[in-house]
Each structure stands twice: as structure tokens, then as C-alpha cells.
């Protein structure tokens, strides 16, 4: 598994988990110190907000599995990829991601876009 791949993996890992250490060990792992993270409802920077902004979503939708619902692509250290969250076996909310990695393959920056683009 490329560097970029396992930190994405790592990154999704974090929010199917609610042990604390074992959230830390993966973000650790995955992500810069000051890793940029903004979507719709959050615009945080560094690990720590990171997984304080993981546990108020996981407060907020108890039970919730988050999963990658496409391939990585990638080009220049940017990977685009959907991912979907799913409460109950039933689909919840989908998304897109635009991740920037490092050369190490470690996550610099998540932009992150809630449902999915219409079709023209």
C-alpha cells in the first residue's frame, strides 16, 4: 500500500472508532501536526481539533460506520475520492473529498463537500 493510501486509510479508521488512544495513534500516524481540515460545519486546524470535531460527530450520530464509496485518484499530492456515512445499514449522508498529502504521504489539508454534485 502506497504512503497516501495508508494515511487515508488511517484517516477513515479514526471515525469508526471511539478509543481515544487509538484515535491518537492513527491521527498521529496520518496526518500532519497542522493538518487544515474544513467542510460545511468545521474549518479546524491541527490533530487535536481534528479529534475533538471527531467526537462531537460521533456524539452528534452514535452508531454511524463511515466508509470510502469510490477509488483514490490522485495527481501532485491531491487525492479526490466520495466516501458515504451510513447509520442502520442505511445511507445517511454522501460526500467528496479533495485530500492534499505530503511527499511522505502524510495529510496536510481535507476539503471536504457534503452530497454529491448534481449532473448537467
Given at each position: ?33 497542522n ?17 475533538k470535531?471527531v ?66
Amino acid at each position: 500500500m502506497t504512503a497516501y493510501m495508508d494515511s487515508l486509510e488511517k484517516m477513515m479508521a479514526v471515525w469508526n472508532t471511539e478509543d481515544a488512544a487509538e484515535q491518537r495513534a492513527l491521527v498521529d500516524a496520518a496526518m500532519e501536526h497542522n493538518v487544515h481540515f474544513v467542510d460545511p460545519n468545521h474549518n479546524i486546524i491541527g490533530r487535536d481539533a481534528f479529534l475533538k470535531m471527531v467526537e462531537l460527530v460521533q456524539s452528534q450520530i452514535p452508531g454511524a460506520v463511515y466508509s470510502r464509496a469510490s477509488e483514490v485518484d490522485i495527481q501532485n499530492n491531491f487525492c479526490r475520492y466520495h466516501w458515504a456515512i451510513h447509520l442502520d445499514g442505511k445511507l445517511i449522508m454522501p460526500g467528496f473529498d479533495v485530500t492534499e498529502v505530503n511527499d511522505c504521504g502524510k495529510i496536510v489539508k481535507v476539503i471536504g463537500f457534503f452530497q454529491l454534485l448534481e449532473r448537467t
